[in-house]
């Protein structure tokens, strides 16, 4: 078993309960392989994601008194997309600590950012029950605050659905078009990976906890493939 005291320093949180933390590691497959692990984190997931989204949503809500609720949800959705929290996740090195099946821990592609992100939303979900909101809002605000100001500076909140159909149609004269190529998971928390063609090419796909945030995640990562982010 990993040293989690040693992620407990780094974070400066204490858990009272260890096993909370433990659990915010552990990926369905590490259940799978393990008969001596007790519980997987997804349930920790689906609250974490709650809790971050309200915590997002206060911090805006006060920083921004001026924007408009549509400019607020694309930058809480921008500040809280899979590629955000993963990086906030391995910025916190918490790639190493990670609870995997042999298969999951070869993978260390796009899949992982995945596993980082969710991990990263099972963590909060882990302090919020231990040490309650204001530990966790503390946490967010060491992790994610800092990114807004370049999200709202760069306009990386901006559709990028959108700006991808303006640039191929203006390089290429091509509409990007999208389909889902995986749907996994239980009906409340489902996670689809989406997709995007130029004609019938594949030039990246993207993942979400839906349809549309797959679509602008695959979106972005055509935007950087194609060196058309400016």
Do not use: C
Not at 111 to 119: E, F, S
Request: hydrophobic share 35%; charged share 30%; aromatic share 8%.
């Amino acid at each position: 078993m990993k040293d989690f005291t040693l992620f407990e320093e780094k974070i400066g949180i204490h858990f009272k309960n260890k096993d909370l933390l433990i659990r915010a590691f552990t990926h369905r497959s590490y259940v799978n392989e393990n008969r001596d692990a007790k519980k997987h984190n997804e349930r920790l997931e689906f609250l974490g994601d709650a809790v971050l989204e309200l915590i997002i949503t206060e911090y805006l809500f006060n920083k921004y008194p001026e924007k408009p609720e549509g400019e607020l949800t694309a930058v809480r959705a921008a500040l809280v997309n899979t590629q955000s929290i993963s990086s906030a996740a391995r910025d916190l090195e918490m790639n190493d600590f990670l609870l995997l099946s042999r298969g999951e821990t070869k993978d260390i592609g796009r899949a992982r950012q995945y596993i980082l992100a969710n991990t990263f939303e099972a963590l909060l979900g882990a302090i919020y029950l231990d040490q309650g909101y204001e530990k966790a809002k503390e946490h967010i605000s060491r992790t994610l605050f800092s990114r807004t100001d370049e999200i709202v500076e760069k306009k990386l909140w901006q559709d990028a659905k959108s700006l991808l159909q303006e640039k191929a149609q203006d390089e290429l004269n091509i509409t990007p078009t999208y389909k889902t190529v995986k749907e996994e998971g239980p009906d409340h928390d489902k996670h689809f990976t989406v997709a995007v063609l130029f004609d019938t090419e594949t030039i990246t796909e993207g993942k979400g906890k839906s349809k549309q945030e797959a679509e602008q995640e695959a979106a972005r990562n055509a935007l950087t493939m194609k060196g058309w982010n400016s």
